[in-house]
């Protein structure tokens, strides 16, 4: 079993590395799930170790099948370059689950851990059931002793439970290493992250032989992160640490948009007061941007997990609840303003959707705050013309519900294209992707229904062109045309 008691403090790698001998370099890399975090993290250390070997297993063959070919299954800036480089030379993917993971050395688990939808802590607790799943699989097929590396991001000591599984079923003389190695990348900039990550977390047992897989990994990412990054830890802690890091970057961004909610009602302007706030060098100005409210399929399973109802700290789960509760406000007081400005009714009213993905630069709408405010235009009669550059109008259909269309298409609630906006009584910003700010909306101006409004989601258009123009312009945290001071 892993012991709690043998941990110690944190360190950085270069103290371990000078009193220990030379340890055995990693040769063959497998990683278990290939989606976001998994293949551009195996992209990046096939193109940073080029005498390591990394592939990578899913058991959908649809996703292994699109990674081997030149339509791959998401996006990600940067990541095509790269896998163009290396796939085939020293990055593979593969459906076969058992001889890449037998001739590995480390095993990445980047299995998907999302929120439980069913039964006890439904909507709260982490559905483990792939990491298990992923452990099982490990002992069942390795004769080799393993470094098995919890890269998935996972509650406090669910490293122990993979140790446990993993004990109980070794072979004779086989003894596989667990460490806690979460991932910090964002969507959107998944390689830049992992190119020039701002550190990475190595959790091992404080054992010779933990301490030993420690070095084993640090040696790998030692090949393109500055030493001083690369911080080793116990187990908890770096468990403990990723869901920290996450509920505090929601929080800071419900912070924001509980500002947001009193500028409005004010008359403060939110990106004023955010400059401000931003320049205390101890609060800092990145993650202040006020929003319709954050999506993504971390941050609310990971603020809820780290609610922890398990460990009895209610007051604690409260404090972090309030996260998430604050965000589900912030997106329907923005979809319900949509609602109110139209004169309370958007019953038959077009409306125009621009962007659909939970954030720029990736095509993933997990949790994406448009999902829910669509829904809510939808069941409020608005027929809507949504467009997002990266997210496939099926995928859209998908989360809203939606069949797909009829010959009579164009008297669907939802048309998943943009052909303009004509007729539309308002034009609304999901998503901020570069592109918006470039629209001609002086035409788009004489084209719609009027009045004609713009809701701003993302405080990216340029308001005050808008109002020239003569739109009714809307926007997060600010009064424009409604009687600021
Ligand atoms: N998406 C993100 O930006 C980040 C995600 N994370 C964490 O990383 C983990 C993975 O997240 P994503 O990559 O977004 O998930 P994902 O859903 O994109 O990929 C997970 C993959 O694992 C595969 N899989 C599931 N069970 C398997 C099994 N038993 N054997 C083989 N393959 C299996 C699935 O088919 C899927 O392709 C989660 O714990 C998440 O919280 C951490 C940092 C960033
Ligand atoms: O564990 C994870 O999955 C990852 O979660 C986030 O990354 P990600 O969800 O990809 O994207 P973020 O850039 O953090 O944005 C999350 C959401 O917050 C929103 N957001 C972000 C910043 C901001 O100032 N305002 C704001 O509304 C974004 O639009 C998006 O909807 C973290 O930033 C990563 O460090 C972490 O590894």
Not at 376 to 382: M, N, V
Not at 447 to 454: D, G, I, N, T
Request: glycine share 8%; with cysteine.
């Amino acid at each position: 079993r892993v012991n709690p008691q043998r941990a110690a403090g944190m360190s950085t790698s270069g103290d371990a590395q000078a009193t220990r001998p030379p340890h055995q370099p990693i040769r063959r890399i497998c990683c278990i799930g290939a989606g976001y975090v998994g293949v551009p993290s195996s992209a990046v250390i096939a193109s940073k170790c080029p005498d390591i070997d990394v592939t990578v297993v899913d058991i959908s063959a649809a996703k292994v099948a699109a990674w081997n070919s030149d339509r791959h299954p998401l996006y990600e800036p940067g990541l095509s370059e790269l896998i163009s480089q290396t796939r085939g030379v020293n990055l593979h993917f593969s459906c076969d689950m058992i001889g890449p993971l037998e001739g590995a050395d480390l095993v990445f688990i980047c299995v998907n851990t999302p929120t439980k939808a069913y039964g006890l802590g439904q909507g709260k607790a982490a559905d483990l059931t792939t990491l298990e799943a992923a452990a099982r699989h490990i002992v069942r097929t390795a004769s080799q002793p393993k470094i098995v590396v919890e890269k998935s991001t996972v509650p406090v000591r669910a490293a122990e439970s993979i140790c446990t599984i993993l004990r109980a079923n070794e072979r004779p003389g086989v003894r596989h290493t667990v460490l806690s190695n979460p991932e910090f990348l964002a969507e959107g900039s998944a390689v830049q992250d992992l190119l020039r990550p701002d550190r990475v977390l190595i959790g091992g047992e404080r054992t010779d032989e933990g301490q030993e897989a420690v070095q084993r990994l640090v040696s790998v990412y030692a090949r393109w992160v500055p030493k001083e990054r690369l911080v080793t830890m116990n187990l908890w802690s770096s468990e403990l640490s990723k869901l920290v890091a996450n509920a505090m970057l929601a929080q800071r961004i419900s912070s924001i948009n509980a500002a947001s909610a009193i500028c409005e009602a004010t008359g403060a302007d939110v990106s004023e007061v955010a400059l401000a706030v931003g320049a205390d060098s101890r609060i800092g100005p990145r993650f202040l941007c006020a929003s319709l409210g954050f999506g993504g399929s971390c941050f609310q399973k990971d603020v809820l997990n780290f609610g922890v109802p398990c460990l009895n700290l209610p007051e604690v789960a409260r404090y972090w609840e309030s996260v998430v509760t604050l965000n589900q406000y912030q997106k329907y007081r923005f979809a319900d303003k949509i609602i109110v400005d139209l004169f309370n009714t958007v019953k038959g009213k077009r409306i125009a959707v621009l962007g659909f993905a939970f954030k720029k630069d990736t095509g993933d709408t997990r949790e994406s705050p448009a999902i829910d405010v669509c829904r809510r235009l939808i069941d409020e009669g608005a027929l809507l013309r949504v467009y997002d550059p990266k997210v496939a109008s099926s995928q859209i259909r998908l989360d809203l519900n939606q069949p797909e269309p009829d010959e009579a298409s164009d008297a669907a609630v939802l048309t998943v294209r943009l052909l303009s906006c004509e007729g539309a009584h308002a034009v609304v910003i999901c998503t901020e992707w570069s592109e918006f700010s470039q629209l001609d909306f002086g035409r788009i101006f004489a084209s719609m229904a009027k009045p004609a409004f713009v809701f701003d989601g993302r405080n990216v258009l340029d308001h005050e062109a808008l109002l020239r123009i003569g739109f009714r312009v809307r926007a997060v945290g600010k009064r424009l045309d409604c009687g600021g001071v």
